[in-house]
């Protein structure tokens, strides 16, 4: 079940993993689709913006727990795409030790500075108390968050992402079974959507270990395997922990930004928490082809192929070109039905932002589609510095465009803050790979002459 990426044609390898990880991607953001399209039209839109308020909160939590998880994968990889059967199960025993460790202290910090955050984003009145609730949830299962995207993550290392998939389908089914009984029937609101959330993450994440721990005979732990090392530790988190502090960064960045959204009132919260769950679902195709990348850049770098790795970049710019230009008329063409989906009734304040923000990040996705591809292809590489630095470009990008053009442009100024800030990111990402390309082929010419 494991797939060595390593030799073989890079087009089909990287569609044919690309694309069970894109429906298991597309699952999971249709589960989190019906968390709000529940809320929406069976508690209130009230509820729906209280979600949405949470959300850069709890975004914040989780970008961290995707990237310090994604991270520790990494290393993973390149013990597997180097033939390493024995790092391969160190590295997994290494980062259960370092997840558990961190949940802790993650926990704690998230539930202490969350009603600060809330005041300081300018959170609405009669939705402040929901938001909290549903963060305060969130946080409290961020055990079951960690664990399920680091056992997801070690399998996809091993170049199989058809399993993730079938248990992201699993936990999506359970999720809506959940949403519903806990809201319809228990009458729970905004907490019934979070405990649903947690509820199916724990039971997948159990699932998985179990699975991966008794199917793979390359994970299967022995008494020597289950040696912490310090050492091997810090090669874990020297990767892991500057691509979770991107998302830490990237999700202040958009903290700012609902701080001054939450300024145009319930309609507009509700509208681009709506179309943001959109947005997120449609470019689910561009994020897929971001973790494909990240799993053949760390095989191939781990067996020293970088000319492989040329040629995938290559194959991914242009999956990801196509991929984009079919998001974008998606967005500019179908964003006003979609958005209905998450409304009891017609709203045409709601639909009006919803479509104005889908329309104008529609014409930006390529940008967004060469943001996955060179910072995941970076972090395979083993670099997480500069996603890093990526991350804090993107941010202050974020951040000064929504702090001035809302001046001037009203809520499209905030429309045009994603984008900018992708914009903004691209360039030290394209820059450090265009470079570490030329020193590798330096190298080998000198290796030569």
Request: aromatic content about 12%; proline content about 2%; hydrophobic content about 55%.
């Amino acid at each position: 079940m494991t797939k060595d990426m390593t030799t073989g044609n890079p087009w089909k390898l990287i569609l044919w993993f690309t694309l069970p990880a894109l429906i298991g991607n597309v699952f999971q953001q249709l589960y989190s689709m019906v968390d709000s399209i529940i809320v929406g039209r069976f508690v209130s839109m009230e509820g729906l913006a209280a979600v949405g308020a949470s959300g850069p909160v709890t975004f914040m939590v989780i970008m961290f727990t995707i990237g310090l998880t994604s991270g520790f994968a990494v290393v993973t990889a390149q013990r597997f795409g180097a033939g390493d059967e024995k790092g391969v199960r160190q590295s997994v025993f290494t980062s259960l030790v370092l997840c558990g460790v961190l949940t802790i202290g993650l926990t704690i910090v998230g539930l202490l500075t969350l009603t600060p955050l809330l005041k300081a984003m300018n959170t609405p009145e009669e939705i402040f108390h929901d938001a909290w609730l549903y963060s305060v949830i969130i946080y409290c299962g961020f055990i079951a968050t960690i664990f399920y995207n680091m056992m997801a993550g070690m399998i996809r290392a091993l170049g199989d992402s058809k399993t993730p998939l079938y248990f992201l389908i699993f936990s999506s089914i359970l999720n809506v079974i959940a949403d519903l009984v806990l809201i319809i029937v228990f009458h729970l609101g905004v907490a019934g959507a979070a405990y649903a959330t947690i509820f199916s993450q724990l039971i997948s994440a159990i699932i998985s270990a179990i699975y991966a721990f008794t199917h793979y005979d390359i994970l299967k732990l022995t008494k020597e395997d289950m040696v912490f090392d310090w050492s091997f530790a810090l090669t874990h988190l020297k990767i892991g922990f500057p691509m979770a502090m991107q998302g830490v960064i990237t999700g202040g960045g958009i903290i700012v930004m609902q701080a001054v959204l939450n300024g145009f009132g319930a309609a507009a919260i509700a509208a681009y928490t709506a179309a943001n769950k959109v947005e997120v679902l449609i470019t689910q195709a561009i994020a897929s082809l971001g973790i494909t990348m990240s799993t053949y850049c760390g095989q191939n770098y781990g067996a020293g192929k970088m000319d492989r790795i040329r040629k995938g970049i290559r194959c991914s710019i242009v999956i990801g070109a196509a991929a984009s230009v079919a998001a974008g008329l998606i967005m500019i063409f179908g964003g006003r039905v979609s958005t209905m989906l998450f409304l009891s009734e017609v709203n045409q304040e709601v639909l009006d932002y919803a479509q104005t923000y889908l329309t104008t990040i529609g014409f930006f996705q390529f940008t967004l589609a060469l943001l996955f591809i060179f910072r995941n292809s970076l972090q395979g590489l083993g670099d997480g510095m500069t996603p890093l630095l990526g991350g804090i470009g993107e941010m202050i990008a974020r951040i000064l465009i929504v702090l001035t053009l809302p001046k001037f442009m009203g809520y499209l100024g905030i429309c045009f803050a994603s984008p900018m800030a992708w914009i903004f990111a691209d360039v030290p990402l394209i820059t450090k790979y265009i470079w570490m390309m030329r020193q590798d082929k330096r190298k080998r010419e000198d290796v030569l002459a």
